[in-house]
């Protein structure tokens, strides 16, 4: 298990970039699948990218405008938003597994067991 505790989030306006960071604890980064997951306003958590050690996916909403990457020398996860929209708008949460994954099941917050807090992210202006 490791405890993982996102940051970064903020308000911005539509078209700005944020990047978020999700510090990990507890385990090396670079041997865990870690996902980001975004929950807008009375919505459930919904895959937004995942890194593992076979590569990286993310959903057809944010390619293009999001990067996930892992920094290992700082045992962290960042996903790096650019264009945001006023629907990237919710809480950002990062999850980590020692599984890897394929396609779109690593996309699926049910097969993540650890996860952070979440961070705040508003694009209005």
């Known amino acids: 298990q490791v405890q993982l505790v996102e940051s970064g989030g903020g308000l911005v306006q539509p078209g700005g970039s944020l990047t978020l960071s999700c510090t990990v604890t507890g385990g090396a980064v670079d041997v865990y699948t870690i996902a980001w997951f975004h929950q807008a306003p009375g919505k459930a958590r919904e895959g937004v990218a995942y890194?593992?050690?076979?590569?990286?996916y993310y959903d057809d909403s944010v390619k293009g405008r999001f990067t996930i990457s892992k920094d290992k020398a700082k045992n962290a996860a960042y996903l790096q938003m650019i264009n945001l929209r006023p629907e990237d708008t919710g809480v950002y949460f990062c999850a980590a597994e020692p599984r890897v994954f394929q396609g779109t099941t690593g996309m699926e917050a049910r097969v993540y067991d650890d996860w952070g807090q979440g961070t705040q992210v508003t694009v209005s202006s």
């Open positions: 890194s593992g050690v076979v590569g990286t």
